[in-house]
């Protein structure tokens, strides 16, 4: 079975620093998908980025960035400019193509400081 | 419009009522989820409606029951509930349930059960 290992519970960053959030998964599959969800306080769970795992190049969407190390089955995401919205609870997640289901880590708490 | 809906936003219920959520998404999207999310910790998969069929039960109670009126609209009927059942339930929607495509979220409904 696929499983997501987040290590860190919590992190904290002040303003306009750049923190990153670590993640690993361990799965014996080829085709598969990654993604980071944010859940701020308010409780509305987004989607962040989203990695295609045939693809080598990270994804960037805007000021998150993943190093998305494949052979390490590692993916981490890097917060630039770090913004006090983006407190929140983020959760590294993969899905298997062909598999209906998503499989969540147990989350990171990232609290940023004025 | 990437909007997935949920209605109540809170509901309280004791444990002999019947109360029903509602879940509705216009992104043309086939799949959609029921989870459940208690406080700190990741969601939890329920139920998976692809095609308006119910692909997957992770074994939930039948106090918890889904139905799928069509590819735009997801209920969750609850009857006899127990404190335990209290949480945030989440509803989310994909475009197949395929692994291949990112879950959006609504916002949740909180159920407290008394």
């Known amino acids: 079975a696929q499983t997501v290992t987040q290590s860190q519970p919590e992190m904290s960053v002040q303003e306009a620093e750049t923190v990153t959030l670590s993640c690993t998964y361990d799965t014996s599959e080829s085709n598969y998908y990654l993604f980071w969800y944010k859940q701020p306080p308010s409780r509305q769970m987004i989607l962040v980025i989203r990695?295609?795992?045939?693809?080598?190049q990270n994804a960037t969407e805007n000021r998150f960035s993943v190093n998305f190390q494949k052979a390490a089955k590692s993916f981490s995401l890097k917060i630039s400019d770090s913004q006090l919205g983006d407190t929140a609870m983020y959760f590294c997640a993969f899905s298997q193509g062909g598999s209906e289901k998503l499989v969540f880590g147990k989350g990171t708490k990232l609290t940023v400081n004025p | 419009d990437t909007e997935v809906t949920q209605t109540p936003k809170h509901l309280v219920m004791g444990m002999t009522n019947k109360k029903s959520l509602k879940c509705e998404q216009h992104m043309g999207h086939r799949a959609m989820y029921w989870y459940k999310q208690k406080a700190k910790k990741p969601p939890e998969l329920m139920f998976v409606y692809s095609y308006e069929k119910l692909s997957i039960n992770e074994s939930v109670p039948s106090r918890f029951s889904p139905e799928c009126p069509n590819s735009s609209l997801l209920n969750l009927h609850l009857h006899a509930l127990q404190p335990e059942d209290s949480a945030l339930y989440l509803c989310?929607?994909?475009?197949?349930?395929?692994?291949?495509?990112?879950?959006?979220f609504g916002p949740g409904t909180r159920l407290t059960v008394t």
């Open positions: 989310a929607s994909s475009l197949t349930a395929t692994g291949l495509y990112e879950q959006y």
């Open positions: 990695q295609e795992a045939y693809k080598q």
